[in-house]
């Protein structure tokens, strides 16, 4: 069993709350390792149709992430991990500011950050001749915004350990009919490697994890089937697989891996 030395180290992990999702996956793989885990969510209204939140869809997906931390703290604590959970809203540099004070008051430190939270738009309206305002401003303020503001707190509380892991997607560099969306994640494989180098000097490594077809609860049957195809593995990529990434580039076996993408899409988009 690989000892990735996170043992009391202290993690943020933003976008927390859906319990299918990468960030509760990546919360249960570090508590798992023992560390010390802040999860960070902010609720995202949206309709859904109850009697279908139990199959995998828009429905069960829209829920998830309309509701709180619970499932994934009712975890945590029948693992006996060490954690915090911090309902904020990372477009606030007020609340930015928040979360570290609160993290460090609690456990004296933060070590790595996991900007996993994103937003983007869910009616079918990214595409060059539909896509509003709105949608451009809300989704780079998340995606973009939210995370180099996360990312300048951790390098100014900085200490002797240091990690940074983006979320990107397989397809960020193309990606027809979600145009705004893939633009804010390849500008976070931009930026990953701008801030690595400016990070370097702190010992300070800053990665990406682009994955591809994921099933955090949104991928429904048929469009599993649509997209299985597109993957050379013949298989959707779990929460888990991306975890376990995460893991790694944020363990001390990974210190001299600065400034990387890394596809975790079992052979999509290369």
Do not use: W
């Given at each position: 069993m690989i000892n990735y030395g996170l043992s009391d180290r202290v993690a943020i992990i933003t976008g927390a709350n859906n319990p299918q999702g990468i960030g509760a996956?990546?919360?249960?793989?570090?508590?798992?390792?023992?560390?010390?885990?802040?999860?960070?969510?902010?609720?995202i209204p949206r309709a859904y149709d109850e009697s279908k939140v139990g199959a995998n869809g828009a429905d069960r997906y829209f829920k998830a992430n309309a509701g709180d931390a619970?499932?994934?703290?009712?975890?945590?604590?029948?693992?006996?991990?060490?954690?915090?959970i911090l309902e904020k809203d990372i477009t606030r540099e007020e609340d930015v500011l928040d979360i570290y004070a609160e993290a460090i008051n609690k456990f004296g430190?933060?070590?790595?950050?996991?900007?996993?939270?994103?937003?983007?738009?869910?009616?079918?309206?990214d595409t060059i001749e539909t896509i509003t305002r709105a949608v451009i401003d809300d989704t780079f303020a998340v995606n973009v915004r939210g995370s180099i503001m996360m990312t300048r707190e951790l390098?100014?509380?900085?200490?002797?350990?240091?990690?940074?892991?983006?979320?990107?997607?397989?397809?960020?560099?193309?990606?027809?009919?979600q145009i705004t969306y893939g633009a804010?994640?390849?500008?976070?494989?931009?930026?990953?490697?701008?801030?690595?180098?400016?990070?370097?000097?702190?010992?300070?490594?800053?990665?990406?994890?682009?994955?591809?077809?994921t099933q955090t609860g949104w991928i429904d049957p048929a469009l599993e089937q649509a997209v299985i195809p597109l993957i050379p593995m013949g298989k959707l990529i779990s929460p888990e697989d991306i975890a376990e990434t995460i893991l790694f580039l944020a363990s001390r076996q990974a210190k001299m891996i600065t400034g990387q993408v890394i596809k975790v899409s079992g052979g999509k988009a290369l």
């Open positions: 996956a990546t919360a249960l793989a570090f508590a798992r390792e023992g560390a010390k885990v802040v999860l960070v969510f902010k609720k619970a499932q994934v703290e009712s975890r945590l604590r029948e693992m006996g991990a060490d954690y915090l430190k933060v070590e790595i950050l996991v900007n996993n939270a994103a937003d983007g738009d869910m009616e079918g309206i390098i100014r509380h900085r200490g002797d350990y240091g990690r940074v892991i983006n979320l990107s997607t397989d397809a960020a560099q193309v990606f027809a009919g804010s994640k390849a500008t976070m494989e931009a930026l990953t490697r701008s801030i690595a180098l400016e990070a370097a000097p702190y010992g300070i490594t800053v990665n990406c994890v682009a994955p591809g077809p």
